[in-house]
């Protein structure tokens, strides 16, 4: 995010010399017109500290832009029956398990909205899967923002499923994370994970 913002000095001393130079108040090379050139230099600092100060406060705030945040769907173990994450980029349900279950921490800017996210991969099969966005406050108490459900399908076709969070608020004293959970009655079912992302507006 370029701000470009820049101050070039405009005042160049000339140095009086004793016995040669008269100093006075007036004429073109007196007190007032130099005064008067470094005031200008101020004023003109004075206005970049303005333009600073209002481009720090929209990086504080959130960028001042929409933006989407993409999250690697490195997922931590929760349960007895962890993602098979050796494909770079991915995560998958290990082809002998029923189940796979694991977390990932989604980073968030320090203020703004989360609109919505999305989760992109497949699952063909029997089974389901479902991602839920949740917040952690200082306290340590968990609260679901909101959930994306996946049902198997008979064809592998890739899935991209955006669900909406409602306009939730950025605590900026919390982290957030995604739950994501394979449940499937066979071990033949393929549940892959390729990408998960999160949609921000400025506050």
Not at 30 to 48: C, S
Not at 52 to 73: C, E, K, M, Y
Not at 157 to 169: A, E, I, L, M, Y
Request: charged content about 15%.
């Amino acid at each position: 995010m370029p701000f470009n913002i820049s101050f070039t000095r405009t005042f160049k001393h000339q140095p009086w010399t004793d016995s040669r130079d008269r100093v006075t108040a007036d004429g073109e090379n007196g007190f007032n017109v130099r005064f008067k050139a470094l005031e200008a230099d101020l004023d003109a600092l004075h206005d970049r500290f303005v333009q600073v100060s209002a481009a720090l406060n929209t990086v504080a705030a959130g960028g001042g832009a929409d933006r989407v945040i993409s999250v690697s769907p490195v997922l931590v173990t929760t349960g007895e029956n962890a993602w098979d994450l050796s494909t770079v980029g991915s995560a998958r349900k290990p082809p002998a398990n029923a189940q796979a279950s694991g977390w990932v921490q989604a980073p968030m800017p320090p203020a703004g909205v989360v609109t919505s996210f999305t989760v992109g991969g497949r699952c063909i099969g029997t089974g389901a899967l479902q991602v839920t966005l949740y917040r952690v406050d200082p306290r340590g108490v968990k609260s679901q923002i909101s959930t994306v459900k996946v049902p198997g399908k008979p064809a592998d076709t890739p899935f991209s499923v955006t669900q909406s969070t409602n306009g939730h608020r950025i605590d900026p004293t919390s982290s957030y994370f995604f739950d994501a959970n394979a449940q499937s009655d066979t071990t033949t079912d393929v549940i892959h994970i390729y990408s998960l992302q999160i949609a921000c507006a400025a506050a």
